[in-house]
C-alpha cells in the first residue's frame, strides 16, 4: 500500500470514529480543515470502480468509498429499508436514520438526532446534537472548493419536511426551519419581527439566527417590468423567534426512542 492510500485510510477511519472532522467550531466560529477534504477528494483519484452489487441490485462505485458496515455495538438505530451510509461518515451513538436516507462522506451527525426518511445529509456537512432533519429534506454538500464551509446546522435546530438547506448556509442553534423552505447562498431572509433582512456574516455567509423560526414567504419586485406586474420573489421570513409552545411541537422524536 503506497503511503497515500495508507493515509487516505487513516483519515477515513477518523472520519468515521468522529475524531476528525471537516469543520469544527473553535471560539465561537466555524473553520474548515481544508486538509480533512484534500484528503477526502484523493480518494477518488486513489479508487478504482468496482462491482459492489447485492443481489437484484447493481452498484458501481469506487473501492475506496464502499458502504459503511455498523454494528449494534455502535448504538446507531439504521432502520431496514434501504438507507446507504457512506464510507468516511460519522454517526454519533442514539443517532436514528429512517428508510431510505443517505448519509454521504465526510458528513458528521451528532447524538440524539434523526434523519428522517428520503432526507439526505451531502458531502461534508455537519448536523448537531438533537436535530430533526424531517422527511425529504436535503442538507447539501459542500466537498469542492476544498476550503469552502460546508453546510452547518447547529444543536436542536428543526428542520421541517420538503427543505433544502444548501451551500454553506449555517442554521444557528435551536432555530426551526418550516416545511417548504428553501435556503441558498443567494437567498435573502427577512425578519418580520424587526422589519429588517439578516444580514450575512463576515464571510458572506448565509446564517439562520439562533432560535428563528422561518417559514416560506415572497417579496415584491421593486423595479423594471416585475414591479410594474406585482411579480414577487421567493423569500424566507422569520416569524418569530422560539418559545416554550414551538418547542414542545418539535419534540416528535422524543416518542421514538
Not at 83 to 93: Q, T
Not at 162 to 179: D, F, K, M, P, W
Amino acid at each position: 500500500m503506497n503511503e497515500e492510500l495508507r493515509r487516505f485510510n487513516e483519515v477515513m477511519d477518523g472520519l468515521e470514529a468522529g475524531t476528525i472532522r471537516v469543520a469544527e467550531r473553535i471560539a465561537g466560529q466555524w473553520q474548515v480543515n481544508k486538509w480533512v477534504k484534500e484528503v477526502i477528494l484523493s480518494g477518488f483519484r486513489l479508487g478504482q470502480i468496482v462491482d459492489m452489487s447485492e443481489g437484484r441490485f447493481s452498484f458501481l462505485d469506487k473501492d475506496t468509498y464502499p458502504v459503511r458496515k455498523f454494528t449494534a455495538e455502535d448504538r446507531v438505530r439504521i432502520v431496514p429499508g434501504g438507507s446507504s451510509i457512506r464510507r468516511g461518515a460519522f454517526l454519533a451513538p442514539s443517532v436514528i436514520v429512517m428508510p431510505p436516507a443517505y448519509v454521504n462522506v465526510g458528513a458528521y451527525v451528532d447524538e440524539g438526532s434523526m434523519v428522517d426518511s428520503h432526507a439526505t445529509i451531502g458531502s461534508c456537512a455537519q448536523v448537531g446534537k438533537h436535530v430533526h432533519v424531517s422527511a425529504a429534506t436535503q442538507i447539501g454538500g459542500v466537498l469542492e472548493p476544498a476550503g469552502a464551509l460546508p453546510t452547518i446546522i447547529e444543536d436542536n435546530a428543526f428542520i421541517g419536511g420538503n427543505c433544502g438547506i444548501y451551500e454553506g448556509t449555517i442554521v444557528r442553534q435551536g432555530a426551526v426551519i418550516a416545511s417548504g423552505v428553501i435556503i441558498t447562498s443567494s437567498t435573502a431572509i427577512f425578519d418580520a419581527t424587526t422589519g429588517e433582512f439578516v444580514p450575512r456574516n463576515e464571510d458572506g455567509r448565509v446564517v439562520v439566527p439562533e432560535n428563528a423560526v422561518v417559514v416560506s414567504g415572497s417579496r415584491p419586485v421593486t423595479r423594471g417590468k416585475g414591479a410594474e406586474f406585482g411579480a414577487h420573489l421567493y423569500c424566507p421570513v422569520i416569524v418569530k423567534y422560539r418559545d416554550e409552545k414551538t418547542a414542545a411541537s418539535v419534540h416528535l422524536e422524543d416518542l421514538l426512542r
